[in-house]
């Protein structure tokens, strides 16, 4: 009788295993207003990272294991519902990492995540799938305990095995620890049907669209007075102002990189979150965002509904700061 097969090795790795493993095959991503991180997913270039980070100038610098810095030459494909790009440079031979099958991954399970926050470049950190959501458009998002900093947005997600099992992508900032990563799964039809398009006219496209919501935004620009803060304390008005920045820092890129249903869903869920946690003597925010929310529900698109929201914090914004001046 032939004698069994000897079973297949499915040991985990450590956290320290894993990033020596990975760590040659992630890299640095600039332009002239985001950082990000990204990883190789081929060997002649293709490299894999957040939509949100690449559109924030007109070139993109890879910085490459070894400090070798390049130019992304193209755009091999991208995908603003799921905030995915595969960009590519000119490179050879470089190390790859592999992709697992994120659907297989259960809540409670261990990952690690590396990424680049705020500049720390290769910074390595673990934890666990905390749980799957459900987002906008029937999007699935894993939600995780590992800490996703400004930086990391586009670093790899491993399982205990070292295979890329999601794709960091955003922190809501004004809660605890939310961290949540794109499936790897979505990854898989970028990676089958790239359409180059040179980053020159990506750019140039992203540059259009940035600068016909930036005039409507002029046109449409609120103003609050200053009664509008009367009973608010100065530690409403610092909840005020807090909040709704990081609303703005985790939607703004979201906006960008065309997933504005996922925006809007942000602001949204913040303007609710700030009324809740206002005291009963600061009305006048609190009806703000209140209207705001409601104006925004009966707009028939969720680019209307993201600015609508838009302008309410930012006045909001504006109205403390000018309270503050003396």
């Known amino acids: 009788m032939a004698p069994a097969p000897a079973p297949l090795d499915r040991r985990p790795l450590s956290p320290a295993d894993i990033a020596l493993r990975a760590l040659p095959a992630i890299v640095t991503i600039r332009t002239e207003n985001s950082l990000g991180t990204g990883f190789v997913v081929r060997s002649d270039g293709w490299i894999a990272t957040n939509l949100h980070v690449i559109v924030g100038g007109a070139r993109v610098k890879v ?62 950190s673990n934890g666990l799938v905390s749980a799957r959501r459900t987002v906008a458009n029937d999007i699935d998002v894993l939600q995780i305990s590992a800490p996703i900093a400004p930086g990391s947005s586009g670093g790899p997600i491993f399982n205990d095995r070292g295979e890329v099992i999601g794709i960091a992508t955003a922190v809501l900032l004004q809660g605890q620890n939310l961290n949540f990563g794109v499936p790897a799964r979505y990854l898989l039809p970028l990676l089958k049907d790239p359409r180059p398009v040179p980053f020159a006219e990506f750019a140039r496209l992203f540059g259009q669209s940035r600068d016909t919501a930036a005039a409507k935004a ?22 005020i102002y807090r909040t709704l920045g990081s609303a703005i820092e985790t939607g703004a890129p979201l906006y960008n990189a065309g997933n504005h ?52 914090f930012d006045a909001l914004l504006d109205v403390i700061v000018r309270k503050q001046q003396p």
């Open 63 to 124: 910085t490459l294991s070894g400090h070798r810095e390049l130019d992304a030459v193209e755009v091999l494909a991208s995908s603003a519902e799921h905030d995915l790009a595969i960009v590519r440079v000119e490179a050879q031979n470089l190390p790859v990492l592999s992709l697992g099958d994120s659907d297989t991954m259960r809540v409670g399970d261990a990952i690690v995540a590396i990424g680049n926050p705020l500049g720390l470049e290769d910074t390595v």
């Open 218 to 239: 002029h046109r449409e620009r609120l103003t609050y007075p200053l009664a509008t803060l009367d009973g608010c304390t100065l530690d409403a008005q610092k909840l």
């Open 261 to 312: 249903d996922g925006c809007y869903h942000v602001y949204d869920g913040t303007a609710s979150d700030v009324v809740r946690k206002l005291p009963p003597s600061c009305i006048g925010p609190a009806r703000a965002l209140a209207e705001a929310q409601k104006r925004a529900a009966s707009l028939p698109d969720s680019t209307s509904q993201a600015w609508a929201m838009r302008y309410a």
